[in-house]
């Protein structure tokens, strides 16, 4: 009999390692199984298309009211810490980045375009002004919506390209030599601003070395709007627990989200930093 092992991490869906070499991802909800529809569609394309590994679904079923199982082969590494080959990344993105668009458009069946990516951010606020604001306190709220009124106003000049969508260092996979092997966790794949994808590097590599990863590159990036895109981030995953009602979900959430955008806690006390608190 095969062994299953819940892999813990993620709200979007349950996910298991069975056998010790095959990943079963089961959708949460109605959304996340659109989104697996998409990744069946296009990670087979995609993995033909690239030298890095990408994962191939190998199967596809429903499950409960409306929602899907898709299973595909592990591939084996540990995801990306600040000690590994992380200039790689720079050939992987291009290699990503440079996916035929309209093969993509076709197959997530989306306009892909810069109005589209635009109106997408446009619509999540609309969803934090009337969901999130109301849970947050003042300066926090404020903050929240100036950075919104920023990312909403600024320019909007890129270049859609397929992206990942949410690459941060655990969806970066590499092997016991820090090389990078391959990526996965496609479920917010999009055309769209290839800014997006070195958002959730930051935290790893920081400001000077990601701005190496985008020299090596060597094609545009707005910095300001990645910037934006870090900062944000976590707004989705409180958005989330808000509306699933989740209370650790929020709770981190709205602590990263007001760490990220530098204000206090009304709740603590301001303390001056000593060595230790630094």
């Not at 291009?94 to 619509?123: I, K």
Request: proline share 5%; glycine share 10%; with cysteine.
């Amino acid at each position: 009999m095969a062994t299953v092992q819940l892999i813990p991490g993620g709200w979007g869906s349950f996910t298991f390692l069975v056998g010790g070499d095959h990943i079963l991802r089961f959708a949460r909800n109605a959304d996340v199984a659109a989104a697996h529809r998409r990744e069946a569609a296009l990670l087979p394309k995609l993995a033909a298309g690239v030298s890095f590994r990408v994962p191939e679904p190998d199967f596809f079923g429903s499950w409960g009211e409306g929602r899907t199982c898709i299973g595909y082969p592990l591939i084996e590494g540990r995801g990306l810490t600040e000690a590994d080959g992380w200039r790689a990344l720079a050939g992987v993105l291009r290699e990503l980045h440079s996916f035929p668009v309209e093969v993509a458009r076709s197959v997530l069946d989306r306009a892909g375009t810069v109005a589209e990516w635009r109106s997408g951010y446009r619509t999540l606020w609309a969803d934090v002004e009337s969901l999130v604001l109301p849970a947050l306190d003042a300066d926090l709220a404020g903050a929240v919506a100036a950075e919104f009124a920023a990312v909403l106003a600024g320019d909007w000049d890129f270049q859609p390209v397929l992206v990942h969508g949410d690459l941060a260092p655990e969806h970066v996979l590499v092997d016991d030599s820090g090389r990078v092997v391959g990526l996965i966790d496609f479920e917010d794949a999009a055309v769209g601003d290839p800014a997006i994808d070195f958002a959730g590097l930051l935290p790893l590599l920081g400001a000077d070395r990601l701005d190496q990863l985008i020299a090596d590159y060597g094609r545009p990036v707005d910095s300001e709007r990645l910037r934006h895109y870090w900062r944000l981030a976590p707004v989705h995953d409180l958005r989330f627990g808000l509306t699933s009602g989740h209370r650790a979900i929020t709770a981190a959430a709205t602590e990263e989200v007001r760490r990220r955008l530098s204000v206090a806690d009304p709740g603590r006390p301001a303390v001056a930093a000593t060595g230790e608190d630094r």
